[in-house]
Nanobody, 124 residues
Framework: QVQLVESGGGLVQAGGSLRLSCAASGQTFSTYAMGWFRQAPGKEREFVAAISWIGAIANYADSVKGRFTISRDNAKNTLYLQMNSLKPEDTAVYYC?????????????????WGQGTQVTVSS
């Protein structure tokens, strides 16, 4: 079992920045690939970014590429998402998730464990 707890969400103006954190506990965090997803009201959960277990490979959705950066600190069992140049369309609940290596990381179904989510609201 892996327990995940997100933090760092909030209300920010368009063009602003936020950094989300995801604290992990339970089984060895460093053996899992990690991802960030988001879900806006009335929409399906969508992929935002993912990072390999050692942090050497990161992938991003086209909608956030160049604005968001995913990173991880395995010594602290923590995953991060730095979000810059935020837009109103980034408004959503953001979730972190853990997947075993080798899975297609842009797919919701690849992830075994999920956090409870943190709300990000970007005002225009």
């Amino acid at each position: 079992q892996v327990q995940l707890v997100e933090s760092g969400g909030g209300l920010v103006q368009a063009g602003g920045s936020l950094r989300l954190s995801c604290a992990a506990s339970g089984q060895t965090f460093s053996t899992y690939a990690m991802g960030w997803f988001r879900q806006a009201p009335g929409k399906e959960r969508e992929f935002v970014a993912a990072i390999s277990w050692i942090g050497a490979i990161a992938n991003y959705a086209d909608s956030v590429k160049g604005r968001f950066t995913i990173s991880r600190d395995n010594a602290k069992n923590t995953l991060y998402l730095q979000m810059n140049s935020l837009k109103p369309e980034d408004t959503a609940v953001y979730y972190c998730a853990a997947a075993r290596e080798g899975q297609p990381l842009a797919r919701v179904g690849s992830y075994d464990y999920w956090g409870q989510g943190t709300q990000v609201t970007v005002s225009s």
